[in-house]
């Protein structure tokens, strides 16, 4: 049975994008745990697990960055 038949979609792009955003969920997870911050810690699973819920590079990235950008700014507020 192929994967597309499953709902899944895996392509160079959602691979690394997984790859990357999960790095910096984990890391931003263990901050979120280190400050008993809440919203970070959301955050971090919310990086480490969103790439396996988009389908097509567009949202993998936009969702990815805006993350990260808003993890940027919980770090340093």
Not at 39 to 62: C, E, K, N, S, V
């Amino acid at each position: 049975m192929p994967m597309e038949l499953l709902g899944f979609d895996f392509s160079l792009s959602s691979i690394l994008s997984g790859l990357i955003f999960g790095v910096v969920g984990i890391f931003t997870f263990s901050r979120g745990k280190q400050r008993s911050s809440f919203r970070l810690i959301l955050i971090g699973i919310a990086l480490m697990f969103f790439p396996y819920f988009t389908h097509g590079p567009l949202q993998d990235w936009g969702i990815g960055l805006a993350l990260c950008l808003l993890a940027y700014n919980q770090w340093y507020s």
